[in-house]
């Protein structure tokens, strides 16, 4: 026998210490193996500007689950780990740094200032790397990969250089999101649009006369109305709809542009919503993506009025130097002293906001690097439709076909310095911008006119350009040969790629899930993973998402110092079902604290009786199934199912449910019946055999969910192996489940469970034990059963004096209870007054009711709903269920008694 099972559990201890274990004797590692079937999880590489919060804590326990559970399943299973340069953050994380020593990234220069981002990196990049060790990651370290690490970028040039080549990359002039604070433009899945509260301004527009028009032919001026009065320096037409008759003579003719006295002429065209506001709209081409368009179907002029700070230009005429919204107020203020400002009126818009700091960003012409996606997504859109790629929950499908079925083309280039330059070049000799030399390496002399003087494009790359490699660049693509690892790349390639599960959140389908799709298709011929598993947002108790600027974020590494890893773990799995948001409070992680503490106490008692002969000798022994007791041949059956379910839940994703069918199974079957009924006789081999095995094997099952206290307790039983994490799953076995034994037990009980109710309604202290208890079976089969389970009723029920009686005829003066068809019933002759105690109990269902009155008022109350706290309001509503549970109860007890 290994050491004792100590009096308590200290997780802080144990956790350190087998972690330490794990990763020195390599317990994580993943070779090709062509003996074994391989199972590949690519972590979402997190920031390196990240630090642990409950998103990445359940984002990361689930995927530690499937690697801990295809691992003892026998598969090969790599869990590849990495970290993500990301361009925007990171930049501004250093920007903010350096600006505490009074310097802007400017003063230091792009060389001097990416040395510091790589310092920054060396010091606090791996931050979120040592806290994921925290949480159990089973990540192979050994292959951990960044994405701007020098061979990671040779892919992403040669994906760009591809690309390029096959006319799907290109550069050109278009509407972009820009964001004004980090200076750079951003795709449109970076800049999402929130609701706001605005205004739209009706501004109006001097109508100019030709000789031939009256004064009473046509108005004064053209109504328009917009929401960005602040760019009306930037127009350069206005539009109507052709078949809106209000404008009919209006089209062709010319206005002045108020405050910069530009004429502008009025088009028609077919995209003007008549409906919005006068249908009359103002064009800027060079500030918005529909004017963009508008002006190249009309040849119009391209005016634009903002520096990329969004302060107003020189062509902004006397507004320049102005921020866009001091400019827009000023704007306002001399069109209302000119009378140009018919009106305003409150007005609900949408406006896109840079994800990184949330400035709404400005639609702004600017020349930028873009790849072309039809092409790239029509396979991509094929492969999910064929079911090669499945989405849990499903509804993710429909998202993510909608979104491909509709896709624009992706801005890649972004006007920050952290980041894969651009690998294009310009030459000063010829001046020509136009004449880009797109190349992997900086050519020696121009390929027109042989100048040496070559300069790089400044632009970096998007950083999903790079994260969007991830799942074959991560294996040294396009590399031959010995990886810088140690690893034959094309061998690692071929053998790992494709991967099989991706777990993610639903933020990131667009950003990544779906480029990564398409870029395994088009540079690998293949899918890069089978299943994508979307789960939800973690909440606060009110619904509201946790963050830190909003105060009500858990810190999962507090938790794991005053609850343990485990604790932490299975709490978090428990309450978050597939696809839905879990809403946390820090009592959450109580559920997962006491289980933890159940599986000690339980497994130090199995320890504590364990007689050594008895299992070491009996470790390989086969009994047959109908020598075992029918409690012996339930736990079994139980058991049994129970693996059975697990394995049906976790290959659906479907992790509560298997958490949750392993706690009820443990708790509630293994610890509170069967190691109660087997107390008194559990020196028998076959008890001592079977709750031994119910253990061991219980403990591998839990590995995934809870491996920290698995491996402690395991590592003190008689065990083969180096560790359970390396041991094997338990096998199926469906011969052992036996429904028959399952629904008997089930039986004994129900009747268990109504004799103590009983004692308990009728108030009857635990040690009283001269209660006369008598069944009263409904046919010969039940009769049977109790009468060779007597025993185990009679000790779990606290009735040693139980009878079972022949027939029930009544005899009055007792509590009955009808369970199944059986009569259970308890004399009450010196043990209760019968005619107080039903008083008592109708005045407990009046008060009861008075109660269920009250709530019912307060929850019909819209002012207490509307304005309470969520959780209050659900808790009052748990309140109202539990008092009407409470009725029915009292009601049956009232009913039981026979006078």
């Not at 192979?140 to 061979?151: G, Q």
């Not at 963009?292 to 990329?308: D, Q, R, T």
Request: charged content about 25%.
């Amino acid at each position: 026998m290994t050491d004792e099972i100590s009096k308590q559990y200290s997780p802080k201890d144990v956790e350190e210490r087998w972690y330490k274990f794990w990763e020195e004797n390599g317990l994580f590692s993943s070779k090709v193996n062509p003996q074994k079937k391989p199972y590949v999880v690519l972590i979402p590489p997190p920031n390196v500007t990240g630090i642990l919060h409950m998103g990445h804590a359940l984002n990361n326990t689930f995927q530690d689950i499937l690697i801990r559970y295809h691992r003892m399943k026998g598969l090969e299973s790599l869990w590849m780990p990495g970290t993500d340069h990301a361009g925007i953050a990171t930049q501004n994380v250093v920007e903010k740094s350096i600006a505490k020593e009074g310097l802007k990234r400017q003063d230091l220069g792009r060389e001097k200032f990416i040395e510091r981002v790589w310092l920054w990196k060396e010091k606090y990049g791996s931050t979120i790397i040592h806290q994921l060790r925290k949480i159990g990651a089973s990540c192979d370290w050994s292959r951990l990969r960044f994405t701007m690490d020098e061979e990671y970028s040779k892919s992403v040039v040669e994906v760009f250089l591809r690309l390029y080549e096959k006319g799907l990359i290109y550069r050109g002039s278009y509407i972009i999101n820009w964001c004004p604070r980090c200076h750079t433009a951003l795709s449109d899945e970076e800049a999402a649009h929130q609701p706001l509260k605005g205004n739209l301004y009706y501004l109006r527009y001097p109508l100019n006369r030709d000789l031939s028009s009256t004064r009473g032919d046509l108005p004064d001026y053209i109504v328009v109305a917009t929401t960005r009065p602040e760019t009306m320096l930037g127009d350069t037409a206005i539009a109507v709809n052709p078949k809106d008759k209000r404008y009919k003579k209006l089209v062709g003719k010319t206005v002045t542009l108020p405050l910069i006295n530009r004429q502008i002429k009025i088009i028609a065209d077919s995209m003007v919503d008549m409906e919005f506001g006068t249908g009359a709209v103002k064009v800027t081409p060079a500030h918005d993506p529909n004017d963009y368009a508008l002006g190249k179907k009309h040849n119009l002029e391209f005016i634009n009025v903002m520096h990329p700070d969004a302060s107003m230009n020189a062509s902004a005429g006397k507004y320049e130097g102005l921020e866009r919204f001091k400019a827009r107020e000023k704007i306002l203020e001399d069109l209302k002293g000119m009378g140009l400002l018919e009106k305003i009126a409150p007005h609900e818009l949408s406006a896109g906001h840079c994800y990184r700091c949330h400035t709404i960003v400005e639609p702004y012409l600017s020349k930028q690097w873009f790849v072309k996606m039809a092409p790239l997504a029509k396979p991509a859109i094929k492969a999910v439709k064929e079911g090669k790629i499945k989405f849990y929950p499903a509804r993710w499908t429909k998202v993510y076909l909608n979104w491909m079925e509709n896709i624009q083309d992706w801005c890649i280039s972004r006007q920050i310095w952290w980041g894969h330059r651009l690998p294009v070049y310009y030459c000063k000799g010829c001046n020509d911008e136009a004449g880009a030399i797109v190349s992997g390496v900086k050519p020696k002399h121009c390929p027109k006119c042989g100048s040496a003087d070559i300069y790089q494009d400044e632009d970096v790359l998007d950083t999903w350009f790079s994260s969007w490699l991830w799942p074959f660049a991560t294996f040294y693509w396009p590399q031959k040969g010995l990886s810088p690892k140690g690893t034959l790349c094309e061998e690692d390639l071929k053998y790992f790629y494709p991967t099989s599960t991706l777990v993610t959140a639903a933020e990131i389908i667009f950003f990544w899930v779906a480029r990564m799709i398409m870029a395994g298709i088009e540079f690998q011929g293949k899918i890069p993973f089978r299943d994508v598993y979307i789960h939800g947002t973690v909440r606060d108790a009110e619904g509201k998402k946790m963050s830190k600027s909003l105060g009500n974020s858990i810190d999962p590494l507090e938790i794991i110092k005053e609850y343990g890893c485990d604790a932490l773990r299975f709490s978090l799995i428990s309450i978050t079902a597939q696809g839905q948001d879990v809403f946390l409070s820090k009592e959450r992680f109580e559920q997962g604290r006491n289980f933890a503490n159940k599986i000690w106490n339980a497994s130090r008692f199995i320890q504590m009786n364990l007689i050594p002969d008895s299992v070491n000798s009996d470790l390989c022994i086969f009994f047959k199934k109908e020598d075992l007791s029918l409690v012996n041949r339930w736990i079994l059956s139980r058991f049994y199912s129970t693996l059975s379910e697990v394995e049906k839940y976790l290959d659906k994703f479907r992790f509560n449910e298997a958490a949750n069918s392993l706690y009820g199974f443990f708790w509630h079957e293994f610890c509170d019946w069967y190691l109660e009924i087997i107390k008194p006789d559990i020196s028998n081999p076959h008890n001592q055999l079977i709750m031994y095995k119910i253990l061991e094997k219980s403990l591998r099952v839990m590995h995934p969910f809870m491996p920290f206290i698995t491996e402690e307790i395991w590592q003190k039983l008689p065990h083969e192996g180096e560790s359970i994490m390396v041991s094997s799953w338990p096998h199926l076995q469906k011969q052992i489940i036996d429904k028959k034994a399952e629904k008997e037990m089930s039986v004994i009980f129900e009747v268990i469970a109504c004799i103590r109710n009983m004692r308990l309604a009728l108030e009857i202290p635990p040690g009283t034990l001269d209660v006369g208890v008598k069944i009263y079976p409904s046919d010969n089969h039940n009769r049977i059963l109790l009468e060779s389970n007597l025993e185990y009723i009679k000790s779990l029920s606290r009735a040693p004096n139980l009878i079972i009686g022949e027939r029930y005829q009544g005899l009055g003066k007792e509590y009955v209870n009808v369970l199944s068809g059986m009569h259970i019933s308890i004399p009450l002759q010196g043990l209760v007054d019968i005619e107080s105690y039903k008083v008592k109990i109708e005045n407990k269902i009046l008060k009861a009711q008075s109660d269920i009155k009250a709530k019912k008022s307060m929850l019909s109350n819209k002012d207490f709903i509307n304005k309470a706290p969520k959780e209050i309001v659900e808790a009052e509503k748990d309140k109202l269920t539990a008092l009407e549970k409470e009725v029915q109860k009292l009601r049956g007890v009232r009913d039981g008694f026979k006078a």
